[in-house]
């Protein structure tokens, strides 16, 4: 499958890691726009957050687990952005579920 972020899994793209476990992995975003970001991807190839299925609620729960620790680790406990766009008109460009996580700079609502 032509997918950049199952690459990224499959160790074929590099990526700066921050952490990996058996079912996720988190690397900094090729184009930050914020001091802190950083995704959170299944290894598992979901396409966008409408193919997600009940059977992938823990690991949903996981992604999201992580995004909290690692925001933490990142020094973003007074506040952080957790971001997932579902398709084009969400703004969505990988087509590989991934949570944005930004943090370091004062976020403005509503977004873009
Ligand atoms: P989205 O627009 O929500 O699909 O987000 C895709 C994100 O992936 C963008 O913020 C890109 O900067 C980021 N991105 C694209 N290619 C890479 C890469 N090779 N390594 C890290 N981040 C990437
Ligand atoms: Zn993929």
Redesign the pocket.
């Known amino acids: 499958m032509d997918c950049?972020?199952c690459k990224?899994v499959a160790g074929e793209?590099?990526?700066?890691k921050l952490y990996e476990d058996d079912q996720v992995i988190a690397?900094?975003?090729?184009?930050?726009?914020a001091p802190v970001?950083f995704?959170v991807i299944p290894k598992k190839h979901i396409s966008t957050l409408n193919d997600l299925s009940a059977a992938d609620t823990p690991l949903a729960g996981h992604i999201l687990f992580t995004a909290q620790r690692l925001a933490k680790e990142q020094g973003c406990e007074e506040g952080f952005r957790v971001?997932?766009?579902c398709n084009d008109l969400?703004?969505?460009?990988?087509?590989h579920i991934?949570m944005?996580v930004l943090g370091q700079r004062q976020m403005a609502w509503p977004p873009g």
Not at 13 to 16: C, F, L, N, S
Not at 90 to 95: I, P
């Open positions: 950049l972020f990224i793209i590099p990526a700066r690397f900094h975003d090729i184009g930050p726009q970001h995704l971001v997932m766009n969400g703004g969505q460009t990988v087509h991934h944005h």
